[in-house]
C-alpha cells in the first residue's frame, strides 16, 4: 500500500515535469513540418535531361495501381517515341502507395514531399498531364531512357545506345 | 432595502462568478492537459485560445437536443438539473471573502453535505431514465461509489469542525489565523481530497463514466444542452471542491494584505482546480473493486483514528 502512494506520487510529480519539456506539436499554417525525402507525397512526372517526357507510356504504373487512380493514353511520335496522349491522376482516389513509382521502367511518375493539395471543388482534384508534368528529373538525374535503351528511334539505331554493343551479325561466323 | 439589494447582487455574482470559472475550466483543463503531454492544447480562437470556451458553448447550445423514444422523458429531462442546481445551492455556503457570502449558515457544512448527497440522485436517475444497460451501470457504480465515499467526506471534516468548534464556514476560516488546518488535520485534507475527487467523479475516479468501458456512462444517450449541464455540472464540482478544500484547510480568504482576501481565495482555488486536472493528466483509473476495498479498507479506518487522535489532542487541551 505505502508503495502504491508512492508510486502514485510520483506519478504525478513526473507528469508535472512535462510542462517543462519541448512541444511535440507543430503548428502547421505558420511553421512547416520537416518532411523525409522519401515522403510520398504529390505525384509528378518528370522530363529527362533533355526536356524531353520520360513517360512512354507503357501503362505500369495504372497496372500497378490498387485504387485505379491512374489513366492514359498511349501514343507514338514520328521519331518513335512513345509518349502519353493523355495522363490523368484523380488524386481524390489516390492513396499514395507509391506502387506507380516502383512499377515505372524509366523514373517518369515520382512522388514528391508535397502534401498541401486541398480544393474546394472535388473535380479539380483530378490533375491533367500539364499539372503533372513538371520541368525538373526528380529524384533521378542524369537518366534518358532513349539514350539507354536498345530501341531504335529516328536518329539512333539498333546498338548506338550508350554502353551499347553492335548488333551481332548473325550470318556471319566471325566471332 | 440596500441590504437587500446587496444580498441579491452577492447571489448573482456567486452564481455568475462560478459559472465563468466552471466554463473556463473546459478551456483550462484542455490548455492544462496539453501543457502535461507535451503539446499545445487549443490556442487558436482568440488570445491563447480561451475564446474556445464560446465557440464550445455556440456549439453545444446549437446542437440538437435529443430524447431516445425508450427513455423515461420526464426524469431523462429532470436529471440534469438535478446536479446543477445541489452544486449551485451549495456554493451558498462558499465564504469567498469577509461578508461576500450568499448565507452564513451556522450548520454549512452539514448542508454541503446534504448537497453532494443529493447530486447522487442526478447519476442515479440519468442512469436509470436512459434504459440504456450502459447507463445503468454506470449509474449503479456511480451510486455505489458516491455513497461510500460521502462517508468519509463527512467523517474526515470531523477533525476540523473539532478544532474549530463550529460548522459555520466563516468561523472556520476565522479560526486558521494561526495556522491553517492543512497542518495539524494533514490526514483529514488528504482523505477529503481523496474523497472529493470520488464525489465530483473527476479521473482517476471517473468509473461511473468510464468511456472506455461504458461509453459514457450515465450520460451516454445525452446530447445538447442535457449532456453541457452534466459538463458544466462536472467542472461546477471541481470548484465547489476546491472552494471548499481552500475555506476548510487553507484558511479560506487570509493571506498576505498585499492582495485583496478575495484575490487569495481565488488564487488559492485555482491551485486545488490545477491539481485535479495534474492528477487527470498523470493517474489511471483503478479498477471497481480497488476502489471500494480503497475506500472502506484504507480510507475509513485512517479518518477514524485521524477523529479519535484529534479528539484525544482536543479534549486534553481542554
Known sequence: MIRDIFS??????????HMFRKRETIQYPEEKPDLPARW?????????????????????????????????????TKEGRRYPEFFRINFSRCIFCGYCED??????????????????????????KEDLLINGQGKYHGYNYYKVAGLSIEG????????EDKPVDIRSLIP | MSETLKIALIIIGV????????????????????????????NRVGPFGILQVLADMIKIFFKEDWIPPFADKRIFTFAPAIVMTTILLSFAIIPFAPGIIVSDLNIGILFFLAMSSLGAYS?????????????????????????????????SLMGVIMLSGSFQLTDIVEAQRGMWYVVPQFIGFVVFLIAGIAETHRLPFDIPEAESELVAGYHSEYSGMKFGMFFVGEYLGITLISALITAL???????????????????????????????????????YDQLMEYGWKFLLPLTLLNIVITGMIALSAN
Do not use: H
Not at chain 2, 436517475?125 to 468519509?152: D, H, T
Not at chain 2, 481565495?265 to 491539481?275: A, N, R, S
Open chain 1, 156 to 163: 539512333k539505331g539498333k546498338g548506338e545506345a550508350e554502353k
Open chain 2, 123 to 155: 447519476i442515479v436517475l440519468a442512469g436509470w431514465a436512459s434504459n440504456n444497460k450502459y447507463s445503468l451501470l454506470g449509474a449503479l457504480r456511480g451510486s455505489a461509489q458516491m455513497m461510500s465515499y460521502e462517508v468519509f467526506m463527512g467523517l
Open chain 2, 15 to 42: 452564481l455568475l462568478g462560478s459559472l465563468t470559472v466552471a466554463a473556463g475550466l473546459i478551456w483550462l483543463e484542455r490548455r492544462l492537459l496539453g501543457l502535461w503531454q507535451d503539446r499545445y492544447g487549443p
Open chain 2, 249 to 287: 484547510f487553507f484558511g479560506g480568504w487570509l493571506g498576505p494584505g498585499f492582495l485583496p482576501p478575495f484575490v487569495w481565495f481565488f488564487l488559492k482555488t485555482l491551485v486545488f482546480i490545477t491539481f485535479f486536472i495534474l492528477l487527470r493528466a498523470s493517474l489511471p483509473r483503478p479498477r
Open chain 1, 40 to 76: 510520398r507525397g504529390r505525384i509528378v512526372l518528370t522530363r529527362d535531361p533533355d526536356q524531353g517526357e520520360r513517360c512512354v507510356g507503357c501503362y505500369l504504373c495504372a497496372v500497378a495501381c490498387p485504387v485505379d487512380c491512374i489513366s492514359l493514353q498511349a501514343a507514338e
Open chain 1, 103 to 128: 512499377a515505372c521502367p524509366t523514373y517518369a511518375i515520382q512522388l514528391i514531399p508535397d502534401f498541401e493539395m486541398s480544393e474546394y471543388d472535388r473535380q479539380n482534384l483530378v490533375y491533367e
Open chain 1, 8 to 17: 502514485a506520487i510520483r506519478s504525478i510529480w513526473i507528469a508535472f515535469l
